[in-house]
């Protein structure tokens, strides 16, 4: 996969199995990591094995986080980019290559049903604490340090100054004329919540969803979807040249368009938030090093120091206080933005991601 953002195409992905994760990309990007090891290192020794995934987010990683653990610790990071079937394999095998897994809160709710990670001594965590993570980010077994946000990307020059301001505005094509794109579930989850938002559900009353109303919602735009996209780059592209007016978007995706000088701007109201996080693998050769690590990257100012290198929007509230004006008013987690969206239900899609897909290709091809 080549798209960089954190959690991207396979945050979500909810299939179940073995089998069916082997068919997914990683989160984020299969790149090449700043460190690529075969092994994960003796027991007690200086290092920690971690895996994430790479890219420009691993490089941003590197410079954030690892580089000045290290500094601090005395301790190597080495960085594995590995997707989920064959890092799952090695664990149930008794044979982790990686101590510390970066992943979607999702595909850590998976590694649980397979028994693959360590149930975490928070205690050992103190940041969780210090960086006040938000309590519905700490699991038994993992610890969420950051989202992404789906939401509206539009035009500013398409609609004589007006501008939406609801999933409601976004399925107004009489109002807010234009081309529409929505993703696939090859870029990420269907979105369904945003279709249940703009027919007047609250946004606290979202789950369990109501599958069939959604549907008939998504139908009556159907007729106006120019694209469904299934990378991040794409959504930027069609408001670029101006296949599309309205889009839903990655939130950190068009702020190098805005640089560029494109009209163009995002719309956070309805944003579905999905969240990474940290775990331990099950039987991991450097699990005191690991905790060190995970200690070290939820700290408040960590996560803001993250920010710098990469548009991440930390789960630590605390961490928004460390950016700068310009740093915080670009984060969908800033707090004037933060009650604006919603988290995605992750019980729900993991029971109903499947099905959901099924449905969702066969009233694509209409």
Not at 36 to 47: A, C, F, I, P
Not at 264 to 292: C, H, P
Not at 324 to 345: C, I, L, M
Request: charged share 25%.
């Amino acid at each position: 996969m080549s798209d960089p953002q954190i959690g991207r195409r396979a945050l979500l992905r909810g299939a179940g199995g073995l089998a069916a994760l082997a068919a997914l990309p990683s989160l984020a990007a299969c790149g090449t990591g700043t460190s690529r090891v075969s092994s994960g290192g003796g027991k007690g020794g200086k290092t920690v094995v971690v895996r994430d995934s790479g890219g420009s987010y691993g490089a941003a990683l590197q410079k954030a986080i690892y580089t000045p653990f290290t500094q601090e610790t005395g301790i190597e990071v080495k960085v594995l980019n590995l997707d989920d079937a064959p890092l799952l394999a090695q664990i149930k095998q008794g044979r982790p290559q990686c101590d510390l897994i970066n992943n979607s809160m999702m595909s850590h709710t998976k590694y649980v049903k397979q028994g693959a990670l360590e149930a975490l001594d928070l205690d050992r965590v103190k940041s969780v604490k210090s960086a006040k993570i938000p309590e519905a980010q700490i699991t038994e077994y993992a610890v969420g340090h950051a989202f992404y946000g789906q939401c509206i990307g539009y035009r500013t020059d398409a609609f004589g100054g007006k501008k939406p301001e609801s999933w409601a505005d976004f399925w107004d094509t009489k109002a807010f004329q234009g081309g529409r794109s929505m993703v696939s579930p090859d870029g990420d989850l269907p979105e369904l919540e945003f279709a249940l938002l703009a027919d007047g559900v609250p946004m606290d009353k979202l789950y369990p969803l109501d599958v069939d109303r959604a549907f008939k919602v998504l139908t009556r735009l159907r007729g106006d979807i120019k694209k469904f996209w299934d990378s991040g780059p794409l959504p930027g592209v069609l408001l670029s040249r101006q296949e599309v007016t309205m889009s839903t978007v990655w939130d950190g995706r068009l702020a190098d368009l805005q640089k560029q000088g494109v009209p163009v701007e995002r719309q956070l109201n309805g944003t579905r938030r999905q969240f990474s996080g940290y775990a331990i693998a099950k039987g991991a050769a450097n699990a005191d090093n690991a905790y060190k690590l995970m200690d070290f990257s939820l700290r408040a100012e960590s996560q803001a120091n993250l920010v710098k290198f990469f548009p991440s929007n930390p789960s630590s509230p605390l961490a928004y206080a460390k950016l700068t004006d310009d740093e915080r008013n670009a984060s969908a987690g800033a707090p004037k933005y933060y009650d604006k969206g919603f988290d995605a239900d992750v019980d729900w899609w993991l029971k109903n991601e499947s099905a959901v897909t099924k449905r969702w290709l066969e009233w694509a091809r209409g």
